[in-house]
């Protein structure tokens, strides 16, 4: 039997998904083909990203390649940071008491509510008119 050279992870949040592949290297970070700070532009969600990889202080033994699709750059940064903690678990389940104390296994459950019938949106209500 062959030894496992890529873990794969899947992350999720809101409508974004992210699959994730970690693969022994230097910490290169690849997202959709380009590079990690390309992609993610905003310094809050490139620290967001790497949360999993710092708390296991494991930014520079892994290689990362990332294909996100849907959602906005909150969300995908969001399914991104699940997904790499997902394939670190797969890398090494040591790690799964520290990421689990930094609640980085839980999948954010929050969606966006639909918008109801006979309203102009979710909870907004189109105005009373008493005459």
Known sequence: MSEVTEFLGTGRR???VARVRLAPGTGKITVNGRTFEKYFVVETHRAFVMQPLLATESTAKFDVRVNV????????AGAVRHGISRALLKADSAFRPILKAQGLLTRDPRMRERKKYGQPGARKRFQYSKR
Do not use: L, M, S
């Open 14 to 16: 809101k409508t974004a």
């Open 69 to 76: 699709i849907g959602g906005g750059p909150n969300g995908q």
